[in-house]
């Protein structure tokens, strides 16, 4: 049985980039404008010498900052169901918003097993960020550049332990 991880986060935080960076491949759409990615995708991932399935949700048109749409945390709610753990992503240059709240609900009503991941954070852009996520109540947040493939071996660290179960 191999090991199951869905990118889960709001609208253009870089959950599409970060699945592109996982699968090797531009199966994913990114774009600019939030909300791009219509569905769930599945890849099969490789990090460094782990090989594992990864689900990219759907950011939907029209999802604001502010409201959450229910096809969107239906979704969400999906993929967290299919997996065995959750990146959850947040963007470290706009540190936690509160549909980032929502989304950390979703998480913690479905017992999810979470790593919280602060993207955007190449550089030191995302130090901020990172302090933010605390408040989340999520645990230990993890920098990381999609973008830029920072932040890959403290993400192999994490994964590596929890996909060895599987
Ligand atoms: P999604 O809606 O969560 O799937 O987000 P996307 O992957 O489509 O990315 C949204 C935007 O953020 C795009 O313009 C990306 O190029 C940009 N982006 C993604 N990852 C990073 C990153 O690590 N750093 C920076 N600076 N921008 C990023
Ligand atoms: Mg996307």
């Not at 947040?90 to 998480?107: C, H």
């Not at 990172?130 to 994964?159: F, K, Q, T």
Request: glycine share 10%; aromatic share 6%; charged share 30%.
């Amino acid at each position: 049985m191999t090991f199951t991880l869905a990118i889960v986060g709001r609208p253009n935080v870089g959950k599409s980039t970060l699945f592109n960076r996982l699968v090797g491949r531009k199966l994913a759409l990114v774009d600019d404008q939030p909300g791009v990615t219509r569905d769930l995708r599945e890849g099969e991932a490789r990090l460094f010498d782990l090989r594992f399935t990864v689900i990219d949700t759907a950011g939907l048109e029209e999802v604001t900052d502010d409201s959450l749409q229910g096809r969107m945390r239906r979704l969400t709610e999906r993929a967290v169901d299919m997996a065995d753990a959750c990146l959850f992503l947040i963007d470290g240059r706009v540190g936690v918003t509160p549909s980032d709240e929502v989304f950390a609900d979703i998480l913690r009503r479905r017992n999810a097993h979470v790593i919280l991941g602060v993207n955007k954070a190449e550089g030191r852009a995302g130090e901020a960020g990172v302090i933010d996520a605390w408040s989340l109540g999520l645990g230990d947040p993890v920098p990381l550049s999609a973008e830029h493939g920072e932040g890959m071996d403290d993400l192999y660290r994490i994964l590596r332990p929890i996909a060895e179960q599987f």
